[in-house]
């Protein structure tokens, strides 16, 4: 059996943390789990035993393993996840709100997402974007949908 690359080495203060976390309960389920694999880690059970006992993949005990021996107890917090690059500027966002405040077009009696998002297309803003992402920028509003001129699914 090749020799671990990051072996997870438990002070006594370390070990103390981490039984804390998880026989108090208050932390999530995620930093529980990551404390169970690394006491488990810390007593020297091999990844497949400890990806067993608390039903996670080898591949998540070795991660732990490597964030313990880079950032020690840091490797319990959560890592921020960037998300998606937004579609439109916030001006952009201003100018389809004005919008749908507006007429609508002839032969509509009003403004759906998915015509909005047509318009916003046509107006060269973006190349595309979906009527989901129209319903959020205005859900982001204060105006009353249910007018006559305004704004529905359909």
């Given at each position: 059996m090749p020799k671990?690359?990051?072996c997870v080495n438990l002070s006594t203060?370390?070990?103390?943390?981490l039984e804390q976390c998880l026989q108090r309960g208050k932390a999530g389920t995620r930093v529980r789990t990551r404390a169970g694999i690394l006491l488990?880690?810390?007593?020297?059970l091999s990844d497949e035993k400890i990806a067993a006992a608390l039903a996670v993949g080898t591949a998540t005990v070795r991660r732990m393993r490597q964030r313990f021996v880079e950032e020690h107890?840091?490797?319990?917090?959560?890592?921020?996840?960037?998300?998606?690059?937004?579609?439109?500027?916030?001006?952009?966002?201003?100018h389809m709100?004005?919008?749908?405040?507006?007429?609508?077009p002839k032969g509509r009696t009003r403004w759906t997402l998915r015509l909005l998002a047509e318009k916003v297309v046509e107006m060269?803003?973006?190349n595309s974007i979906s009527h989901e992402t129209v319903r959020q920028v205005l859900k982001k509003t204060k105006s009353n949908r249910c007018r006559s001129n305004g704004v529905y699914r359909r």
């Open positions: 671990k690359k990051y203060d370390e070990r103390m943390m488990k880690a810390g007593d020297g107890l840091g490797a319990l917090d959560e890592h921020v996840r960037p998300g998606a690059q937004r579609k439109l500027t916030t001006k952009q966002e201003a709100i004005a919008i749908a405040r507006t007429s609508v060269g803003f973006v």
